[in-house]
């Protein structure tokens, strides 16, 4: 049997099949390469190039595989766009989702793990957030996965297709050996762009907002290894395969980090000055978000390897400084 990892050539997704190979596991991949690269996934993972709204193309690729379960990955991500092009992100995620869902139901397929995120929550009444505290979006980024999530939960009503959602924090890092990392064009996320910094290919960081309620008026992020949040979807899998019921889990750190203290982190990891300067609040942004991720740790039995945030910021630098180009496949995509 096999596991089919939608997404999985994105920066998450690489790291889920990477991880899942090394377990013994058979796997298929789809991605549209759309912000993926090719040479992020796995050789011993069968490639598929298609785009998940493409139901005819989907139909084929559950045609041709014996497929377990499913890993949900693909979708858009950066908040500050979907303020401008909320469509977009209803369109690719929520519409995806559909058509997912669609083909997963036709060929039978009854267990599915999904990206979902911190976002969904929006601006929290209390820290840490749980799991069953309100979910009010302030970005349609956030909004477009927490309708997926909806979409999902009456898809286990009308057709026991059973999913676990797990709502991702701040993910950052990359493989020990540097084999595989992040890479985005453009960079939007806070440790990339901090390490471009650090290796000279920008000129400073610009921190968003200075005028939050937080201990330095910076925003405050729980941050959790790109490894660490891989294991947790095989976790999920193996959850689901046991016959359990429809879940929904954050997978955090439980501990908050605020962007003055990630510049400081990374001035000590990679020993460089990093110019950085205070610049307006970025639209859709929370003040602070930090994970309650003990259920996690107990349902699922995951046991976060990375427990700070030196760590994750060491290996995020190890494939910065590995690959200065990141996968170096601009011109072929
Ligand atoms: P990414 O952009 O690197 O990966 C997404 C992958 O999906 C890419 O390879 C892309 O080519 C593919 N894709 C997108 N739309 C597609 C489509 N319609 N059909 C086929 N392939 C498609 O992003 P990432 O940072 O790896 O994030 C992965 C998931 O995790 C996303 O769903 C995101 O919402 C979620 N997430 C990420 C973070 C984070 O900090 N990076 C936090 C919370 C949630
Ligand atoms: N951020 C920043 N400068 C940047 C990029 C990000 O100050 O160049 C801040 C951003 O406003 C947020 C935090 O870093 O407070 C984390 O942002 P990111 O986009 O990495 O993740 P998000 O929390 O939006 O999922």
Redesign the pocket.
């Known amino acids: 049997m096999t596991v089919l990892v939608?997404?999985g050539?994105?920066?998450?997704?690489s790291h889920a099949v990477d991880r899942l190979v090394e377990k013994g596991y058979d796997v298929a991949v789809?991605?549209?390469?759309?912000?993926?690269h090719r040479a992020a996934v796995n050789s011993k993972a069968r490639f598929y190039e298609g785009?998940?709204?493409d139901q005819k193309f989907l139909n084929d690729v559950f045609d041709k595989e014996d497929i377990e379960g499913v890993i949900h990955?693909?979708?858009?991500?950066v908040v500050p766009e979907s303020m401008e092009k909320p469509l977009k992100y209803f369109d690719?995620n929520t519409a995806?989702m559909v058509s997912l869902l669609e083909v997963m139901n036709k060929h039978n397929v009854k267990r599915i793990v999904f990206?979902s995120?911190?976002a969904t929550y929006g601006e929290p009444k209390q820290i840490p957030i749980k799991e069953t505290d309100p979910q009010i979006p302030t970005n349609p980024y956030g909004e477009s996965?927490l309708m997926m999530e909806k979409i999902m939960g009456w898809s286990d009503k009308a057709y026991g297709i059973k999913f676990v959602a797990l709502r991702?924090f701040?993910?950052a890092g990359a493989k020990e050996d540097g084999s595989i990392g992040e890479d985005?064009h453009p960079e939007t996320?806070l440790v990339p762009i901090i390490l471009q910094v650090a290796a000279g290919e920008r000129k400073e960081l610009s921190i968003f907002g200075s005028d939050y309620p937080t201990k330095d008026g910076t925003n405050v992020r729980d941050y959790v290894h790109v490894v660490d949040l891989a294991d947790a979807h095989i976790l999920a899998l193996e959850y689901l395969k046991a016959g359990h019921d429809s879940n929904a889990f954050n997978l955090g750190s439980s501990t908050g980090f605020s962007n003055k203290e990630m510049l400081e982190a990374a001035r000590k990891v990679t020993g460089k000055e990093i110019p950085a300067k205070m610049a307006p609040r970025r639209a859709g942004d929370p003040s602070t978000l930090i994970a309650a991720s003990d259920k996690a740790r107990e349902v699922l039995n995951w046991k976060p390897q990375f427990d700070n945030v030196e760590d994750i910021i060491r290996t995020a630098w190890n494939w910065k400084q590995t690959h200065p180009q990141g996968y170096n496949d601009r011109e072929t995509k």
């Not at 050539?9 to 997704?13: C, D, K």
């Open positions: 939608l997404g050539a994105g920066y998450i997704g789809v991605d549209n390469l759309v912000t993926g785009d998940v709204r990955f693909a979708a858009f991500s690719n995806g990206s995120t911190a996965k991702y701040n993910v985005h996320h």
